[in-house]
């Protein structure tokens, strides 16, 4: 059964940048059957995507934060990564990492359990 | 705001029925079948219910439907148990750029 397992600070000051990693394992993330994502929660919301990153390397984002988020992947690790930078109390949310199915897009089958980002000073 | 409507709440007895819906644009919902839902209890990570509007996850029971009409998709719950009470999200597909948009949620409580 694939886990995974996001990590990194749970406290950011404003206009600094997050950085997060998500750890896979029983699994490899160089499988091309899945996308990789960052999926964000604010606290009482809604989820909202933020992108997902192939095996390739090639990465997507949502148009909302595509000015300030880079996902990269480590194959040689079976991690991947997300750095958002420049934030505001308002990306302050659960992060989760996620595994989607390629062919069939919203199959979020597995997730980390969540990190609460905090941003503050 | 999000970008699919839920209602807020529902609830239903044990051993009832419940129905909640999703409601989105011709952008989404209704022109792809992508939808998917997913269970969310306190503290937890969200859990994959339903995808591809009416598929079952395994491991997923059959209490459990989805179904789509128009713009709007549903989630079904039959049989209400205890162990159900708990936030629920649908997502859907809406092209390329976009990808995913997910719903705002809607707390079920089992009366």
């Known amino acids: 059964q694939v886990q995974l397992q996001e990590s990194g600070p749970g406290l950011v000051k404003p206009s600094q940048t997050l950085s997060l990693t998500c750890t896979v394992s029983?699994?490899?993330?160089?499988?091309?059957?899945?996308?990789w994502s960052w999926i964000r929660q604010p606290p009482g919301k809604g989820p909202e995507w933020i992108g997902y990153i192939q095996n390739s390397g090639s990465a997507y984002y949502n148009p909302s934060v595509k000015s300030r988020v880079t996902i990269l992947v480590d194959t040689s690790k079976n991690q991947f990564s997300l750095k958002l930078t420049s934030v505001t109390a308002a990306d302050t949310a659960v992060y989760f990492c996620a595994r989607e199915g390629r062919y069939s897009y919203g199959t979020f089958d597995n997730w980390g359990q969540g990190t609460l980002v905090t941003v503050s000073s | 705001q999000s970008a699919l409507t839920q209602p807020r709440s529902v609830s239903g007895s044990p051993g009832q029925s419940v129905t909640i819906s999703c409601t989105g644009t011709?952008?989404?919902?209704?022109?792809?079948?992508?939808v998917s839902w997913f269970q969310q209890h306190p503290g937890k990570a969200p859990k994959l219910m339903v995808y591809d509007v009416h598929k079952r996850p395994s491991g997923v029971p059959r209490r459990f439907s989805g179904s789509k009409s128009g713009n709007t998709a549903s989630l079904t719950i039959s049989g209400l148990q205890a162990e159900d009470e708990a936030a629920y999200y649908c997502?859907?597909?809406?092209?390329?750029?976009?990808?995913?948009?997910f719903g705002g949620g809607t707390k079920l409580t089992v009366l």
């Open positions: 997502c859907s597909y809406a092209g390329r750029y976009t990808h995913v948009v």
């Open positions: 029983g699994g490899s993330i160089s499988s091309g059957d899945y996308y």
């Open positions: 011709n952008s989404d919902v209704g022109y792809y079948d992508y």
